[in-house]
Nanobody, 124 residues
Framework: QVQLVESGGGLVQAGGSLRLSCAAS????????MGWFRQTPEKEREFVAA????????YYADFVQGRFTISRDNAKNTVYLQMRSLKPEDMAVYYC?????????????????WGQGTQVTVSS
């Protein structure tokens, strides 16, 4: 069992930056692939980024276009999403998720554990 708690969301102007954090409780955090997803009322949950268990591989959605960086610190049981050059269309609730079966996946159905989400608001 893994419990995930996101933080770091908030209000930022277009072009600004935010760093989201996701703290995991429970043991064996390093055994899980981690992902970030986002959702708005108008769209289904969509993939943002994923990172493998050791952090050696990262995967990104096309819309990221080099603006976001996913990383993890297994000693702190935490995964991060550094977001730069934010756009109004990045505004969403951001969720972190954990998978033990398909590390690096962009499919939300592959993820077993989910956080409660953190709101990112980007003003134009």
């Amino acid at each position: 069992q893994v419990q995930l708690v996101e933080s770091g969301g908030g209000l930022v102007q277009a072009g600004g930056s935010l760093r989201l954090s996701c703290a995991a409780s429970g043991r064996s955090f390093g055994n899980y692939g981690m992902g970030w997803f986002r959702q708005t009322p108008e769209k289904e949950r969509e993939f943002v980024a994923a990172i493998t268990e050791s952090g050696g591989l990262q995967y990104y959605a096309d819309f990221v276009q080099g603006r976001f960086t996913i990383s993890r610190d297994n000693a702190k049981n935490t995964v991060y999403l550094q977001m730069r050059s934010l756009k109004p269309e990045d505004m969403a609730v951001y969720y972190c998720a954990a998978t033990i079966t398909n590390s690096g996946s962009s499919d939300p159905d592959d993820y077993t554990y989910w956080g409660q989400g953190t709101q990112v608001t980007v003003s134009s």
